[in-house]
């Protein structure tokens, strides 16, 4: 239908070939007494017309010869000088030309266009057309509007032309398109052909936008397909209304003003629908504000044509005409990047809305009279191409659906042919999902054991001591404690025990505090070899009394690769805490190193990760493999594990780990039975310029 539409437009705009000049009236005059109409065809009537302003002649008056103004037609009253009384396009008066022709016994006829906005025509003295009521003011003249065929007896050498026109209700008036002169077959016959493509793409837009509306209403969620059928329907009315104003004339009840309402809203509408059509096409691709602010203009750009006359709204043509174009130009670059993002049917939404953006361009010069060289209008074939693509759209759209429903289709084939293969692979899938949550029920078993592990260690450190301070309270209750000394041995066996309590109260607190992020630290710089010499001033004789010998001692790359100056190597730490680290897993390495082995503190630089690392190294009993990841956490006191020393509160190490944890470090313990154990700890550090 797009091709057949186009091949007609093609022969519409074709014209009958002519060697001739066509000529033009001057000073309101044409001689076409050497024009023929049957071998040249008909011809545009422009040039100087004798304009008479602010008058409304009749050929029966005698028009004066003398300070005639001439008028180009076509061309709107709004590029007239003010001279001419036509000011702002309002106003009235007479055109008059004189046209010498080769008389013949033909019926010759005119094609009056659409003239703004009433007019009436004489032709040798005979009036032959009247459209609207022509007056003087806008209370004595109405508005009509749509063009009209005048036949007349072609047997004389002289037309006398004479046209009537007011305008007080729209913001253009005067003659501002061709009056064609020709045979009356030639008119008639391009008239019908012109009629017949109009209707054509009227009707046919009215069949598509009732067609992609049925769309929707069978499938909704298409909505594109909605907005693109009330697109078609906006664009249909609007030409029915217009040029030869088909919808007027098959219903008189619609007024002149009714009809140009009727045009202006579905105007500012084509904008709202089509952006709206882009929009449910590309959704990701636009901002749903500007949907708002699309929606709100195009309203109260119609709310505005509802509310006042049409020489009113009229005027602000251009405010409705840059409300589409940018519409149009934003949809535009909406389109090119839906392209480059590959989505689907993006190219051919992005080429027929170039396509019509151009159309709405071509309209805009044609009624703003900004181009001599358009005089057509072209937002129909324009929309016809946007169909097209739209076409391709949905096909391309319906054959991805096929094509999906022919893979699901063949994936199902296959799925049936190896299902056995299938439940196989599930089967095991399940298999290895149930060893996994088998695997996750021993963890929770595991953590159930050690929170009863802890609630029994936290009930028995406080319970203990308990026990035993009530025991000694009794007994010196009952008498049992007579003498001094024994009175005396009794209060330090009671303050020992509430020693311990106030310890592991103490620590517990530090512990939550620590976890919670609310202890404060000092943190200051201190060079690794004052740290190291603050160890071995601190803890060599107490491990040189329990019998142990001490080590202390920077290492260096075995590779030799990075040799780094214990000097320069500073850490930003709180050394109090730090301190109380080192010396948590020093003495509880005591505790467990029996006389005669030794105790061994290295460190070194690791040059890639700018971190110290300090190791306590002991020749001790060692920690089984099963404790050994356990030994941090709190309470936790099994044979051989070092969270605490006998006796202790069981949080010592998971206390040091909340604070190498806060200086951004790591502890970690590893551990062979009977030969001893290493627990290190790994600290950021710079190297001092």
């Keep these: 239908m797009c091709i057949v539409m186009f091949m007609i437009a093609l022969c519409s705009s074709c014209t009958v070939s002519s060697t001739q000049v066509k000529p033009k009236a001057v000073k309101g005059e044409l001689d076409l007494s050497n024009w023929s109409f049957q071998q040249d065809g008909a011809i545009n009537l422009t040039g100087e017309w004798a304009f008479y302003g602010q008058e409304l002649l009749n050929a029966n008056e005698a028009f004066r010869e003398q300070n005639i103004r001439y008028a180009n037609v076509p061309g709107s009253w709004n590029s007239y000088p003010e001279s001419f009384g036509v000011k702002s396009g309002q106003g009235y008066a007479t055109y008059r030309l004189t046209v010498w022709i080769e008389p013949t016994a033909n019926v010759l006829a005119l094609r009056m266009p659409n003239i703004s906005s009433s007019y009436k025509l004489w032709i040798n003295g005979n009036p032959l057309a009247t459209v609207g009521l022509v007056g003087t003011s806008s209370e004595t003249a109405s508005a009509e509007q749509f063009p009209r065929i005048v036949s007349f007896d072609g047997r004389t050498d002289r037309l006398e032309i004479v046209v009537q026109v007011s305008n007080f209700q729209h913001r253009k008036g005067g003659i501002w398109l061709d009056i064609k002169l020709g045979d009356s077959s030639d008119i008639v016959g391009s008239q019908l052909r012109s009629s017949a493509q109009d209707m054509i793409i009227l009707g046919s837009l009215f069949i598509i936008g009732i067609y992609h509306i049925g769309l929707y209403a069978f499938r909704r969620r298409e909505q594109f397909t909605l907005y693109f059928g009330l697109l078609c329907l906006l664009v249909a009315t609007r030409i029915g209304v217009t040029g030869e104003g088909y919808l007027l004339q098959s219903f008189p009840f619609i007024s002149w003003e009714a009809g140009l309402k009727i045009e202006y809203i ?75 993002r590959k989505r689907e049917g993006a190219p051919y939404v992005l080429a027929g809305l170039t396509v019509f953006v151009l159309a709405v361009l071509n309209d805009m010069l044609f009624y703003n009279e900004w181009s001599k060289f358009n005089n057509q209008q072209l937002v129909p074939l324009g929309l016809f191409f946007f169909i097209l693509m739209q076409s391709f759209i949905i096909s391309s759209r319906f054959s991805s659906a096929l094509h999906r429903v022919e893979q699901v289709s063949h ?20 298999r290895g999902a149930n060893e996994t949550l088998e695997r996750a029920n021993s963890e929770l078993a595991k953590m159930e054991n050690s929170r009863r592990q802890l609630m029994t260690n936290i009930s028995h450190d406080l319970g203990t001591p308990m026990t035993l301070l009530q025991g000694y309270l009794e007994a010196m209750k009952d ?32 512990l939550s505090k620590l976890e919670a992020g609310q202890l404060m630290f000092d943190y200051i710089h201190v060079q690794l070899k004052d740290w190291m010499e603050r160890h071995r001033e601190q803890f060599e004789m107490d491990v040189r009394a329990k019998g142990l010998r001490f080590e202390s001692e920077y290492e260096q790359d075995p590779s030799g690769k990075q040799q780094v100056d214990v000097a320069g190597v500073m850490l930003r730490m709180d050394l109090f805490r730090m301190d109380q680290v080192i010396a948590n897993i020093i003495y509880n390495a005591i505790k467990h190193t029996g006389e005669g082995g030794k105790i061994k503190l290295t460190y070194s630089y690791e040059l890639e990760s700018s971190r110290v690392i300090v190791r306590v190294r002991d020749t001790g009993s060692g920690i089984e493999a099963e404790h050994l990841p356990h030994i941090f956490d709190r ?28 200086h951004k470090g790591k502890i970690e313990a590893e551990s062979v039975p009977a030969e001893g154990t290493v627990i290190w700890i790994s600290l950021p550090a710079s190297l001092q310029v």
């Design 411 to 430: 994936e199902l084939r296959e799925l049936n042919t190896h299902l056995e293969d299938r439940i196989e692979e599930r089967t095991e899938a399940l």
């Design 266 to 340: 579905s105007f500012a509408f084509s904008a709202v629908t089509g952006y709206l059509y882009v929009y449910r096409l590309f959704p990701y691709d636009m901002p749903k504000i500007l949907k708002r602010l699309v929606i709100g203009v195009g309203s109260l750009l119609s709310l505005y044509v509802l509310a006042f006359p049409a020489i009113v709204y009229s005027k602000m043509l251009i405010a409705y005409q840059l409300f589409v174009m940018l519409v149009g130009i934003y949809l535009l670059v909406v389109l090119i990047l839906a392209v480059v």
């Design 635 to 662: 309470f936790y006191k099994k044979e051989m594990s070092r969270n605490s020393a006998d006796g202790g509160s069981g949080l010592g190490l998971a206390i040091a780990k909340e604070i190498v944890e806060a």
């Design 479 to 510: 008498g049992m404690v007579t003498t001094d000394e024994q009175r005396n041995k009794y209060v330090r066996m009671m303050l020992g025990k509430v020693g311990g309590v106030n310890r592991l109260i103490r620590d517990l607190f530090e």
